[in-house]
């Protein structure tokens, strides 16, 4: 079975831009969340989505949000982008959501 | 808060036991322990968890004190392959709050 994917792995951006990350999950998998990982902050959760709709929603403003689709692909976007959105954005997907996530290798981005 | 403190780093010989400490003292009575781990360059990959009692698998065994406010994470016989960043999570619903880690070197 194919893990989970990310793509792209690497982008760099200027302050102000709109970015747009994309995971496709384990095949049959519903939940899919995104962590942002910083040197400072550690791994820090983004939000959750499920059958499409977003479940759970961690601390962050509104410049981040994200949607999933049909298939349970997901994409994350950042608006406006600031220096400190600078970090790994990590995606992790499960079957339902409570049990076991499963990561993809990240996407790591830059701005400059 | 869900939090949970961790040690920075350790250090273990290879093909000895490790015994990675994690206090999580605001515990609810409904959050799981996890423990993941996260080699260079990789995403955190998942080693156990548990809720109250006990748990052992392939990989470590997690031991969980009575008062469910501190966790160890036991690695039986460290080996190279096992140096990562280790996290103890805290599951609430549905939702991760990741500790800081303890990176874990393994000496030859």
């Known amino acids: 079975k194919a893990g989970v994917t990310q793509t792209p792995r690497y982008l760099i951006k200027t302050r102000g831009q709109q970015v747009t990350l994309s995971c496709s999950p384990i095949?049959?998998?519903?939940?899919v969340s995104w962590y942002q990982q910083t040197p400072g902050q550690g791994l820090q959760f983004l939000f959750e989505?499920?059958?499409?709709?977003?479940?759970n929603k961690g601390n962050f403003p509104g410049r981040f949000s994200g949607r999933q689709f049909s298939n349970s692909r997901s994409e994350m976007n950042v608006s406006t982008l600031e220096l400190g959105d600078s970090a790994l954005y990590l995606c992790?997907?499960?079957?339902?959501?409570?049990?076991?996530?499963?990561f993809g290798p990240g996407t790591r981005l830059l701005v400059l | 808060d869900a939090k949970t403190t961790q040690p920075n780093s350790m250090e273990s010989n290879e093909e000895e036991p490790v015994h990675l400490p994690c206090n999580h003292s605001?515990?609810?009575?409904?959050?799981?322990i996890h423990w993941y781990r996260q080699l260079p360059s990789q995403g955190p990959e998942y080693v156990i968890h548990?809720?109250?009692s006990n748990v052992n698998n392939r990989m470590a065994s997690l031991a969980i004190a009575e008062d469910r406010k501190s966790s160890t994470l036991i690695l039986h016989r460290a080996t190279l392959r096992d140096a990562a960043v280790y996290y103890c999570?805290?599951?609430?619903?549905?939702?991760?709050?990741f500790g800081t880690g303890t990176s874990l070197t393994v000496i030859p």
């Open positions: 989505y499920f059958s499409e709709t977003q479940r």
């Open positions: 548990g809720l109250t």
């Open positions: 605001t515990i609810s009575g409904t959050d799981y």
């Open positions: 999570i805290l599951k609430r619903c549905n939702q991760f709050y």
């Open positions: 095949s049959g998998h519903r939940s």
């Open positions: 992790a997907s499960s079957l339902v959501g409570w049990e076991t996530q499963y």
